[in-house]
């Protein structure tokens, strides 16, 4: 933990952008800001040792903050460049979710970047939505009426139930990339990617997939 908060406080943890691919036109619409920490030698620490690690101790709240402005400047970068139209989703953890004055603190972030609420997505996990239901909504809700976007990550990975889903205000439903690798791995009818799109399109939200790396994917989608 003091390694990390020694990263932090020297700049090493950053984002990286990655892409979404609309498969039908091929353009990107969106991307996602995911966290690295680079050391001063130039190696990584991969995310799954320092995000639970966060977690765990209390230090995601400072570290989710420091993620949330480096993803906003990274909107802010692909505005001036010309492509306002591209969305950066942003992840936020349940602690930040449930600070009082998220709101307040993610509209003053969006306005000393400089940022249009229409280029962020808010991304959280099914496991966090289902913890605190009522919260939640009521802060994506909150969201909502900003005018950005709100993703559910991990979907099909906890327990949770549809009837739950419906009353969610998101826009879109990510499949887990455990279920996009079983694509031409088993057969159709044991596909689990096929479920969410159908969910998804009855529940009224728009799909991504994560991990999509090969041809066969990609056409299957």
Known sequence: ?????????????SVVLQPQVDLLTHRVTGVEALARWYKADG????PLSFIPLAEATGYILPLGDLLMRLSLRAA????????????????VSEPQLQQHY??????????????????VEVEITESVAMRSFDVVCEKLS??????VEVAIDDFGTGFS??????????????IDRSFVMEIGAVSDQQMIAEAVIQIASRVGMRVIAEGVETQHQADWM
């Open 76 to 91: 802010k970068q692909l505005a001036d460049a010309g492509y306002g139209h591209v969305r950066v989703a942003v992840n």
């Open 43 to 46: 190696s990584m620490v991969p």
């Open 161 to 174: 139930s549809l009837s739950y889903l419906q009353s969610l205000p998101a826009d879109r439903l990510k």
């Open 102 to 119: 998220f709101i307040e603190r993610f509209s003053t972030h969006l306005q000393m970047t400089g940022v249009l609420p229409t280029q």
């Open 1 to 13: 933990l003091l390694a990390l908060r020694d990263a932090v406080e020297a700049g090493q943890i």
């Open 142 to 147: 909150a969201l909502r009426a900003m005018g």
